[in-house]
């Protein structure tokens, strides 16, 4: 814990001295026995790693700094962007959760670093206590003071998915599946009224069959932009953890999930008893299913909904998808 409390005060430059004692430290007391032990394997692995998250870091200071300059707007963080910024003072961190980037894992995780030896095993705790809001402290419960001091001081980190996969994954998750009617009853009802011609009675009083076709129609009318932020599981992820003006540490990756999270979890000096749960989901939004998803999606509507999403596109250097018609 120690060692990352140094790597907050100059992240820059500790992840190089950061490897090093590892380096020295292993090099000290495993003198090459183990046949597993492979010091410069360990070594490059690590500064590898570093110079990744770095690249990652530079590309959103890209992105952002090339929306500042084509966009007069400007705008102050309130306490109330704050909302997905979840707290661990233990050991000094920050998780911006983003739905559909295996959130509820990372919720795990936290609970188990908040939790002072209450939980040591994530899988241990179920799914719907990782969600339940007193569970785990947000950035906005804190006064204005206490605020800047965390922002200015704790690991921050996020994790990311590609846009279109997410959003295909949330309405997967949100419409096709049976077991909970909440948001067929706020938003299904809503979009089958507005975009469903001749719908059936059934359909208007249950919205329990929304295509994707009506939700894309759903997303890109202008009259949801003025209705208020969009929901947290299909909000951009610039406008839920707001990375231009917070700055992350560290870039997360649902494609590199387990590296990504165990390499935040060494950083954090807790690599040697807590890793990230791994898992294999079979239900997983893959991108052939999502390229399925769009195939019906006139190429007018694809270029809408690719301009909602292209702060997130860019700023998380994921490329235009291949199967859209943009032309
Ligand atoms: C961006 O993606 C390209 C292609 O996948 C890759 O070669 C490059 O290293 C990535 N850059 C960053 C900053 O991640
Ligand atoms: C359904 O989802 C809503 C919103 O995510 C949640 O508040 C509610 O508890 C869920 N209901 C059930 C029965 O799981
Ligand atoms: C809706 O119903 C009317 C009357 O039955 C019919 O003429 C029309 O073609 C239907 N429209 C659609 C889009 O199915
Ligand atoms: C595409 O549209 C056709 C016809 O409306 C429908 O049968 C099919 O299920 C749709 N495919 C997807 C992946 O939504």
Redesign the pocket.
Known sequence: MRMSRICRMVFATCLGSFVLVIFYFQSLFNPGESPSFTPQRECSDLSGAATLHQARRDQVVDACRTYSASSRKRRVLTPGDLKHLVVDEDHELIYCYVPKVACTNWKRVMMVLTSRGKYTDPMKIPS?EA?IPSNLKTLNQYSISEINHRLKNYLKFLFVREPFERLVSAYRNKFTLK?????HKRFGTRIIRRYRKNATQDALVNGDDVKFKEFIEYLVDPATQKDGPLNEHWQTVYQLCHPCHIHYDMVGKYETLEDDSNYLLELVGVGNFLRFPSYAKSTRTTDIMTAQFFSNISSQQQIQVYQLYKMDFHMFNYSIPSYLRLD
């Open positions: 719907n969600h077991y909970n009617s909440s948001f």
